[in-house]
C-alpha cells in the first residue's frame, strides 16, 4: 500500500484526482497528496477555458472565479491537511477574488511540514498576506517562498521562524526595505534572493548572517536608489532598472545588468574592476553610451563578455565609436569569448560604403585570449567594421567570428513558423552590412579562424531581398 501512496503522490494534481475516482486505494492517498497546484493549466479544462473568453470579460473572469473557489475549495476540504510539502496558488489571471477565500485555503494547507509555498495572484487583488498562518510551526519548514501581487508586513521576531528558508521570491509585493532588512536578518539558510518590482523599497541591504547566499535578481523595483551586499559568498548578481548605488562585495563571479537611463557599459568599466576584481562573466544592457576611454584597473579573471546596446526605435546613438571597445577588450587579458549586440531599426553611423578614408588601427593591443567573437546587428557602420578588423588582426587565438546582420527573436531556420518581422530599414540596412563583409572582412580573415556570416531570411523577407 506504501508503494501506490508513493506512486501516487508522484502524480501531478489533476492526474491524481482522476486516479481518485476510480480506485478506493488512490481515494484514500489522495487527502494526503502532498503536491498541490493550482492553476490554470491544473483546473480548467483548456478547450472550456478558452471557450468561456467571451467578450463580456466581467462575466467571464466572474464564472472563472467562481468555478476556481468551488474546485479549489472542495480540494482542499477534502484533503486532511497532513503530508503537504508544496502549496502553488498559481491564480494571477483571475482578477476578483475574496480575500476571505485566500485566507482559507492557506489555513487549510499550510501545516508543519510544508516546503515550498507560492501565492501568485492578479495585480488588481488587494491582499495582505497573513503571517500569522506561519506562526503554527509551518514557517519552520518552509524552503521556497514566493508570493506576488500583495501586501507582505511580517512583524518583529517572524523572520526567526523562516531558518530553513533557501529562496525568497518577491514580485509586486508591497514590504519597505526595513520590513524586508528584518526578514532577511534570520533566514540564515537563503541563498536565493529574487525581487520584482517592489515599489516601497528603497534600500536593499543584505545582511553579513547570509553565509549561504548565492545569488541576488533585482528586477525594476523603481524607487529602489541603493544596494549594499555584505554576504560574503554572492556569486551571481544580476540587475535591471535605472540608476543606482552599488555595493555588493568582491566574491561576485557573474553580473548582469540592463539599465535604463544609465550608461551602464561606461560605468562597468570604471568600477566592476575593483569592486569585483575576480568577475568572470558580465552581460551589460544599455540604451546609452559613450565612447569608452583607456582607464586603469583590469578584469584579470573575466572570460565571457556581452554588451548589447538596444533602442525600441530610431537609431541607437550615432555618435557611439563602436570601434571604442577596444579599450573594453584590453582591459580583460583573460577574454575567452565576446558577444556585442545591436539592436535599433535605423543605423544613423557613418557608414564604411563610399568612404575613401583608411581604416583606423590600435597597434599594439593583443587580445591573446579570445576565441570566440559573435556580433549580431552588424551593420556597416565604419566604426563597427574598425571593430571587427581589429579583433581579426590582434586576437591571436580566434576561432570563430560570427556576424550576424539582422536581430531577429524568431528564426524561421531555428524551428519558428516564421522570422519575426523586421523594420524596411534594418533589412535594407542588413544586405549593406553582407556588401562590407566581403569587401572589408573576407580578406582580413586568417585561415584558422571560421567566419559565419548571417543575413536576411529569404523566404521571410523575399519582397525587401
Known sequence: MEIWAHIHSLLSLRDAARAACVSHLFQRSWKCHPDLTFSKETIFNENLYRKNKTSDETTSNGVKALRLVMIIYH????????GVKALRLEID???????????????LAVKPGIEELALLLHDDLDYNFPYSVLLNGSANTIRDLRLSSCVFRPVAGFSSCLRSLTSLELSEVYITGDELGCLLSSSFALEELVLAYCKEITCLKIPCVLQR????????????EVIKSKAPNLTVFEYTGGVVEVSIGDAVLDI???????????????????????????????SLATDIPFLPGKFLHLKHLCISFMVSAGAFCP???YFSLVSFLDAC?????????????IVEHDSVLGDSSHLRQMPGHCHASIKDVKIIG???AKSMVELTVHILENAVSLERLTLDTVCYDLRCSDGASKCSVGHKNMITEAHKALVVVRSYILEKVPSTVELNVVGPCSQCHAVEN
Open 333 to 345: 587579458p583573460s577574454l575567452e569569448t565576446l558577444m556585442l549586440s545591436v539592436t535599433q531599426e
Open 75 to 82: 480540494i482542499l476540504k477534502n484533503h486532511s491537511g497532513n
Open 378 to 380: 552588424f551593420c556597416s
Open 319 to 321: 555618435d557611439y565609436d
Open 93 to 107: 489571471d483571475v482578477a476578483n477574488i475574496s480575500a476571505c477565500y485566500l485566507n482559507d485555503w492557506l489555513h
Open 256 to 286: 548582469m545588468i540592463s539599465a535604463s537611463g544609465w550608461n551602464v557599459v561606461h560605468y562597468a568599466r570604471a568600477k566592476l574592476p575593483q569592486m569585483v576584481p575576480n568577475l568572470e562573466t558580465l552581460d551589460i544592457t544599455s
Open 213 to 224: 547566499l548565492s545569488q541576488l535578481v533585482v528586477t525594476d523595483c523603481e524607487n529602489l
